[in-house]
């Protein structure tokens, strides 16, 4: 190394240093990114004097319904509360007194303001993509800020409470806010224990941790009926949260359900990595992760195929992984099945307001000063997606109304959340959300270009409707990049709630079709309008898939092998890591 670039290296340092620190105290959001966004949309609109005629329009008519409002019908679609409605998702006015004056002219108000920073934010001619929804997005939250329902003098609710209890709701409250504020300053766990324990209640199917090394331990479930098909399951979670979201309470367990359905189960349970951890590389994560999970799978029942499953992070990386096989003429897998995954990320929803070039290097300053990215600031972005009901409805009910956090078996796993290494997470930025290298040919695993194109295994693949981490329409677009058989299910629900419908639940459909190696492309909103609902769960309609590939039943295989013998019991030590 030359003197000049030694030099070059300590200011290039300083600079990332200094860039690390800051994003620490914007929780790693780019404020170049925020303020170019905000310059790109004024600047455009300023020179779009047709749009502002019609904002001001907009404006103009909103403001006269909202001071004629209380003197017109309310029938009729003439009245103000039949012209401004909030949205199904928005649960902050659900109280029954957001209905009557004064609380209705202030929610209304509040609600026309948000609609009209909506029409604001659209897209002007020229602007670059994805300005507007950012500006939007930016708006929104500070709109969420003010909102009514955050202040005690103007929310029903907290007043009705606070007549109720003769104002102990805020004493409560603010015990609530110390309790809360010291946990984040001492970074312990919170005071409010919950009754959910991994391996007790949670993550407590029975079965053996068969494998182990530095990224993740692979558990076998123990067989729960006296035959099983001959072809075991390989699940591929995502790294960036427990596992156990599949291994939940017994009634929603999925991989309880699998097992009870006659099926051999290995799940993989990633390392909460750190520091020590920096270097780890996307492929890494393929290599010690997904194919030393099939090499063990493979050892412990051999000469059978497999069945892989990956949900979201998971299943991108399974995706890559059976892309890779088929490229070099490995034909072990005998079905893969996608959970909410995205192989295509040009449309992959509301998290590409956080990925641009500038929000990324951010991010890898920040993570290049820790060794990975803190879970704490994962969490962060995605409670800015839902900020009015994670962030503000959170705090109204614990700080003025005092009600403690409910306590279920899906927010005790929501909590329990893991960090991510420096060079992987930047390896998947940049090579999937930021350039889409999977899908537009220029993915290479060990400097060979693989394809989606050239897996011939089966695939079922399930979006769910209300997800905004992996649209439904983002998950569907893998139909594009395969030519197999494939069967694409939409689910009622989000990103995890949707992944959790046991049969039996209440309140849940789906939608399934079966595309061919014949059939012609469908584009999803025609493939919505000609997949009729289904009511009941896409665990069964998945079940019988997994049946129709799969042989007729045998003999359990025994619980590890000579070569990988049982090292403890599920759920291991790497889901305990904090």
């Known amino acids: 190394m030359t003197d000049q670039t030694a030099k070059s290296h300590r200011y290039d340092s300083v600079d990332r240093a200094t860039r690390a620190a800051m994003a620490r105290l914007t929780s790693g959001v780019s404020m170049h990114a925020a303020a170019s966004a905000w310059m790109d949309w004024a600047m455009h609109l300023a020179r779009a004097p047709g749009r502002q005629a019609e904002l001001a329009e907009s404006a103009r008519d909103t403001a006269l319904r909202l001071m004629m409002g209380p003197f017109l019908p309310e029938d009729g679609g003439n009245g103000l509360g039949s012209a401004v409605t909030k949205r199904p998702e928005d649960h902050r006015f659900d109280h029954a007194g957001w209905a009557k004056p004064p609380f209705k002219w202030w929610m209304q108000g509040y609600l026309a303001t948000e609609q009209f920073w909506d029409e604001a934010a659209r897209d002007i001619r020229g602007m670059r993509p994805g300005s507007g929804d950012r500006v939007a997005f930016m708006a929104r939250q500070m709109l969420d800020t003010l909102a009514p329902s955050n202040v005690a003098a103007l929310n029903p609710e907290v007043l009705e409470r606070t007549r109720a209890e003769y104002g102990t709701n805020f004493v409560k409250g603010a015990r609530n806010w110390l309790e809360d504020a010291a946990h984040e300053v001492t970074g312990r766990q919170s005071p409010h224990a919950s009754k959910y324990k991994v391996g007790e209640n949670i993550a407590c199917t029975a079965g053996k941790v068969v494998y182990r ?91 059978q195929k497999i069945h892989a499953c990956g949900y979201c992070l998971g299943g991108t990386m399974l995706s890559i992984a059976a892309a890779t096989m088929a490229r070099d003429g490995d034909d072990r897998l005998a079905s893969i099945t996608l959970l909410a995954a995205q192989t295509d990320f040009t449309e992959a929803g509301e998290l590409l307001m956080f ?70 997470h930047s390896d998947y930025l940049r090579s999937l959300f930021l350039e889409n290298r999977l899908t537009s040919g220029r993915f290479a695993v060990a400097g060979r270009v693989i394809a989606l194109k050239d897996i011939t295994a089966p695939i079922f693949v399930l979006g769910t409707e209300a997800d905004h981490i992996a649209p439904w329409r983002s998950v569907y677009k893998v139909t594009l990049f395969t030519d197999n058989d494939l069967r694409f299910c939409l ?34 909103d025609t493939w919505l309008a000609e997949h009729d609902p289904q009511e009941g769960s896409w665990w069964d309609a998945w079940g019988d898939w997994l049946a129709q590939h799969s042989g007729e039943k045998t003999a359990p295989p025994a619980m590890g092998s000579e070569q990988n013998k049982p090292i403890c019991d599920a759920p291991g030590r790497y889901v305990f890591q904090r």
């Open 213 to 303: 090394n530095r990224l993740m331990e692979l558990i076998q479930y123990a067989p729960t009926t006296k035959t099983v098909h001959p072809e075991p399951i390989l699940i591929v979670p995502a790294w960036i949260m427990k596992y156990y979201i599949l291994d939940l309470s017994e009634t929603n367990s999925l991989i309880r359900h699998l097992v009870d359905a006659g099926h051999t189960v290995f799940c993989i349970s990633w390392t909460n990595p750190d520091a020590s951890l920096r270097d780890v590389s996307l492929d890494d994560y393929r290599r010690e992760g997904v194919m030393a999970a099939l090499d063990t799978v493979a050892d412990i029942v051999p000469e």
């Open 355 to 424: 990925v641009d070039h500038s929000q990324v290097a951010y991010l890898e300053d920040m993570m290049w000063d820790q060794g990975y990215l803190d879970r704490d600031q994962m969490a962060g972005a995605f409670r800015a997606l839902r900020a009015e009901d994670l962030i503000w409805q959170h705090a109204v009910k614990r700080y003025l109304l005092a009600e403690d956090d409910p306590d279920f078996d899906i927010l005790a796993w929501n909590a329990d959340a893991t960090r991510m290494p420096a060079r992987m």
């Open 491 to 524: 689910t009622s629900g989000g990103h995890n709630g949707g992944i959790l419908s046991p049969p039996g639940k209440k309140h849940r459909h789906y939608r399934i079709g079966h595309r061919t190696d014949e059939t012609q492309y469908m584009d999803p």
